[in-house]
């Protein structure tokens, strides 16, 4: 059973950077494609981005397209989000979730991924 760990998160101001970490446990997460998703205040969750197992794919939401990097270290069972040029609207928790090697596809929709972290709040302000 894998689980996972967000972190990382904080208060920025805006064109700042943040690295986010969702540090997993279990023996087969390598197994696992990976997506980040963010919720803010009084929306829905969205998606933001997705690797792949290996992280040979990528994939990203056209709002944080160029300013957002996905990546991972399967040796330290780890997927990063490096947030770069933050704006105020980039303000959410933000979530990271497992997506079963039982998909063919590496990204998919919210209810095709599980188990999920409990979240980090990234917050950027002046």
């Known amino acids: 059973q894998v689980q996972l760990v967000e972190s990382g998160g904080g208060l920025v101001q805006p064109g700042g950077s943040l690295r986010l970490s969702c540090a997993a446990s279990g023996r087969t997460f390598s197994h696992y494609a990976v997506g980040w998703f963010r919720q803010a205040p009084g929306k829905e969750r969205e998606f933001v981005a997705a690797?792949?197992?290996?992280?040979?794919?990528?994939y990203y939401a056209d709002s944080v397209k160029g300013r957002f990097t996905i990546s991972r270290d399967n040796a330290e069972n780890t997927v990063y989000l490096q947030m770069n040029s933050l704006k105020p609207e980039d303000t959410a928790v933000y979530y990271c979730?497992?997506?079963?090697?039982?998909?063919?596809?590496?990204?998919?929709?919210?209810?095709?991924?599980?188990?999920w972290g409990q979240g980090t709040q990234v917050t950027v302000s002046s």
């Open positions: 979730a497992a997506r079963s090697p039982y998909y063919t596809d590496f990204k998919g929709p919210e209810d095709e991924y599980d188990p």
């Open positions: 690797i792949s197992w290996s992280g040979s794919s990528t």
